[in-house]
């Protein structure tokens, strides 16, 4: 009997039916427009998007415009890369303009069908951006997809790491730009550090598409962006502490793994405290509850972190001379990432490397409130559906399943678990003895670069030859991945089984082609190609035969969208495959979430050694647990993104501020606003409203008054003034105050007085919120402690970060105010140093978010360096050699920020 849920389904069909429904009318509109558009020469489809565009800017509603925006895109496609485009491919791009993630199965052909709601929003003249999850998708997709782009007279650009600055301004300025979530981050942070609209190089954020968007949104959406400069070296500590850690007993520490947190023990903390007072780290009397512990209570927590939760070759990888994080997610490293507050310096003193300085945060942003200043966003991936409410929540995104252009015929077997590990990987062997014995190609799926090596060597024993992809040989990526569904290949992949290049049966035409060419450049390229596509349709036949790709995970990830990934990776545009899960209750999935029942269900069943269970049941109880810790993660990350929402209102408060000061041609006004304001706290603290004279501070007020507005009057003479009142103080500074700038004014000129004070506003504002950053980092660190005392650590949090914001707008009146009355009458030559100087901190708090250009190497100074002027120094990274050829890295020798 059918249930009523099933039943109405049946009868009314669900959600996502009736949205595929609802397009099927557009699709035939634009199915109708084909012979015309068709009929049109190159030329014709070029002017047929200056009419579209002209329509567009008219105010035309874009779903309007549609069906023949499509038609001409699917045609231009059509000719310049020989695909046309699928019903299923023009459904998922009307779904993307709708401002939808589009959920299409692997192989269906994402790259393509952005290409359509891109086209269709560029019309209107405001760009769009197409976000990838690395530099080399980024790279390939431009170039790929600009065919069509071109065919249609638009432009494209590409935006990558350490580009030269006017590329990258106009690879902004294309109607689509490519670019990776990291790079747009963090060129926002570095466009709000400059101080001149003209070095600014992103425009307005009207539609972003972002390809793997699980992947960007929410894996990587843990980890704010940082723009970092150094801070004060505390290696030594780091050193000191990390040999007291490998000491330590096993009661004196909890470990939790559930929620990956590690905390000492009472007796942990007693047996600290002798350990460090014996070593002279903790002062003699001191105990490490007092204040003055604070430093190296951090110390030590963090080098325990460091010991317990972070584990080499899974967590991160030492590679020249560097500990370089591994992305959980994705397997691959993430160079240039660093772990905050101590704890990948604490890591660094653990595997005995070079410890690299602390950072002090610039500017940070997370990508959710980065994603969220565009006026559209949407997104493509194979896997959304397991975190829709996530993305429902956060980013007003809904999630539509695009049917596939083909039914999928890749059968999904039933978990096989095993009692331990041991006995899982001799099954796992065994299963890819008997598909290897039939050439059949088989994707192995591992968690962690160790257990891909592990497996590796029990595969070297059995003499099964094979590839392994891990972060180690993150560079031949796209090549193994194109070679891994040829006849009888083994590929062991770690968590990043493919992602942007698809796995095709038989073998990848374009990669062989490419490599032919190499090998031999005078060959017929049109030979050549026609040579290796029938070898591939040969192959990939037998493949075929054989069952298609084999896909074998060796473990289930936390979450279900990674295994989802995994299994998609066969069985793409209707070819034959099929997948299988092997765990064991060792695994730390079962380990973690409660593997005693199905052990002792198990045990019942009286299960022989090397014995598997297979049964939908264990499948049902597995997804439970991972949905319990996508549920908790989910929990983790909006409880992150309401505190960064607090800062978030401020920074947009900061950025906007910035924005107005560089637009203005003349910011005299608001540097008068500032003045008059801090003339009237004066006078309100001094002289406070409805006292008597005889009660006024009129000495402290002439003290405060040559100090910050730097003007000498008798202020004590006018108090003592018959009818004299704090409203008439208030008035004769201000005369006084704006006759003191305005003969400043006479003095340096118009021009350049106007260029100072626009200077010294933005590095104040800059200085200003960099300390106010690292107060509310101190704050975020501190105030989880006050749950314990019943009060609501967001609402505390909320309530002192805005009093903190006004103490730096107060702050921000009374610094720039007296910066700018102390410019005293100098000389020419003096206020050329001044502007210098000025100039001199810009270029440093730019060169703090830079990863440019190229460095000469040590001992020789670049052509033209000139220590005095900046703009000489071609913009090189931090950590690349000074530019002036000292051997010294930037950061330590003209980079310094002062």
């Known amino acids: 009997m059918l249930g009523f849920g099933t039943l109405t389904k049946k009868v009314f069909g669900t959600p996502n039916d009736r949205k595929i429904k609802s397009v099927r009318p557009v699709i035939d509109k634009i199915n109708a427009l084909e012979p015309e558009f068709e009929a049109l020469s190159d030329e014709g489809l070029k002017d047929k998007t200056l009419q579209l565009a002209e329509r567009a800017m008219r105010g035309e509603n874009l779903d309007d415009i549609l069906p023949e925006a499509f038609a001409n895109c699917r045609e231009a496609a059509k000719r310049a890369l020989g695909l046309r485009a699928f019903d299923t491919q023009l459904m998922g791009g009307i779904f993307l303009h709708q401002g939808n993630i589009s959920e299409q199965k692997t192989g269906e052909g994402k790259t ?60 902004y300025n294309a109607d689509i730009t490519y670019a990776t979530n990291n790079e747009l981050g963090f060129d926002y942070l570095r466009d709000n550090m400059k101080s001149e609209l003209s070095q600014m190089n992103q425009r307005d954020h009207n539609f972003a598409i972002v390809d793997e968007v699980d992947s960007i949104l929410i894996d990587e959406a843990r980890t704010p962006l940082i723009i970092s400069g150094p801070a004060q070296d505390r290696s030594e500590l780091y050193l000191t502490i990390d040999k007291i850690i490998p000491e330590i007993q ?3 520490y909890e470990l939790d793994e559930k929620t990956r947190n590690v905390s000492y023990t009472d007796e942990g903390n007693e047996w600290l405290e002798e350990n460090l007072a014996a070593r002279g780290i903790l002062p003699e009397g001191q105990s490490l509850y007092d204040p003055e512990s604070t430093t190296i209570v951090h110390h ?124 899982k990987f001799a099954g796992v ?6 598909a290897n014995a039939k050439q059949q190609p088989i994707l192995v799926g591992t968690t962690s670069i160790e257990k891909s090596e592990f497996l590796s060597h029990l595969l070297e024993a059995q003499g099964i030859t094979h590839n392994v992809l891990n972060a180690r040989q993150h560079e031949q990526e796209a090549q193994i991945i194109a070679d891994a569904g040829k006849l009888g290949a083994v590929t062991i992949a770690t968590n990043m089984a493919g992602r942007g290049t698809d796995i095709q049966l038989g073998g990848n035409v374009e990669m062989r082609v490419q490599d032919a060419l190499a090998a031999d450049p005078e060959a017929d390229p049109e030979a050549l190609r026609a040579r290796i596509e029938s070898e591939v349709a040969d192959e990939k036949e037998k493949v075929k035969e054989a069952g298609g790709l084999y896909v074998l995970a060796t473990e289930r990830h936390e979450s279900r969208r990674i295994d989802n990934q995994l299994r998609g990776r066969s069985g793409r545009q209707g070819d034959p495959g099929r997948s299988s899960f092997f765990l064991s209750l060792e695994d730390d999935l079962m380990r973690i979430f409660g593997s005693e029942r199905l052990d002792a269900v198990l045990s019942k069943l009286g299960m022989q050694e090397g014995e598997a269970i297979v049964h939908p049941w264990v499948n049902k109880s597995l997804e439970k647990a991972q949905a319990k810790v996508e549920g908790r993660n989910f929990d983790i990350r909006k409880q992150l993104l309401k505190f960064d929402d607090v800062m978030n209102d401020q920074r947009k408060v900061i950025f906007g501020q910035r924005r107005e000061i560089m637009e203005a041609q003349d910011i005299g006004e608001i540097a008068q606003d500032m003045r008059y304001q801090v003339i009237d706290d004066m006078v309100t603290h001094h002289m406070p409203a409805k006292s008597y004279a005889d009660q006024w501070n009129t000495e402290g007020l002439y003290a405060e008054v040559i100090e910050k507005l730097g003007v000498d009057v008798p202020v004590m003479e006018w108090a003592d003034e018959e009818g004299v009142d704090d409203a008439d103080i208030r008035e004769r500074l201000e005369d006084s105050s704006d006759k003191f700038m305005e003969e400043k004014f006479e003095t340096f000129g118009a021009e350049n007085m106007r260029n100072i004070e626009k200077q010294v506003l933005l590095q104040t504002i800059d200085r ?50 007296k910066t700018l009355s102390s410019i005293r009458m100098r000389t020419p030559e003096e206020e050329a140093a001044l502007l210098e100087q000025l100039a001199q901190q810009q270029q440093a708090m730019q060169v703090a978010a830079a990863q440019a250009n190229a460095t000469p190497p040590t001992g020789q100074a670049i052509d033209g360096f000139d220590e005095s002027d900046p703009t000489t120094w071609g913009n090189p990274g931090r950590n690349d050699n000074c530019p002036c050829g000292s051997g010294k890295k930037f950061k330590h020798c003209h980079g310094k920020l002062s």
């Open 429 to 434: 062997v065994k299963s890819i003895q008997e």
């Open 112 to 171: 393509l069908t952005a290409t359509f709601a891109a086209y269709l929003n560029a019309l209107g003249g405001k760009g769009v951006h197409i976000v990838t999850v690395n530099d080399y998708l980024a790279k390939r997709d431009a170039e790929w997809m600009s065919k069509v782009y071109s065919a249609l007279g638009l432009t494209t650009g590409v935006v990558y790491p350490q580009q030269p600055e006017d590329e990258k301004k106009e690879a």
């Open 768 to 817: 200003k919120w960099r300390e106010h950053l690292l107060t509310l980092e101190h704050l975020r660190s501190v105030v989880g402690f006050r749950g314990y005392a019943q009060r609501d650590p967001l609402n505390e949090y909320k309530t002192e970060s805005f009093q903190l914001f006004e103490g730096l707008v107060d702050g921000l009146r009374e610094d720039v105010t």
């Open 250 to 252: 096993d009661d004196h």
């Open 300 to 423: 030590v927590n963090q080098g325990l972190r460091a010991h317990k939760l972070f584990t080499k070759d899974k967590d991160y990888i030492v590679r020249d001379g560097d500990a370089v994080l591994i992305d959980e997610f994705t397997g691959r490293m993430m160079a240039g990432r660093r772990l905050s507050d101590g704890l990948h310096q604490a890591i660094e003193a653990k595997e005995g490397l070079k410890i690299q300085p602390e950072n002090v945060t610039l500017a940070s942003v997370t990508f959710q409130n980065y994603f969220r200043l565009y006026e559209k966003l949407a997104g493509m991936t194979g896997t959304a559906l397991t975190e829709e409410e996530e993305f429902l929540e956060i980013y007003k995104l809904g999630v539509v399943e695009v049917p596939t252009n083909r039914p999928v015929a890749r059968e999904d077997e039933h978990d096989a678990v095993y009692r331990t590990a041991e006995e």
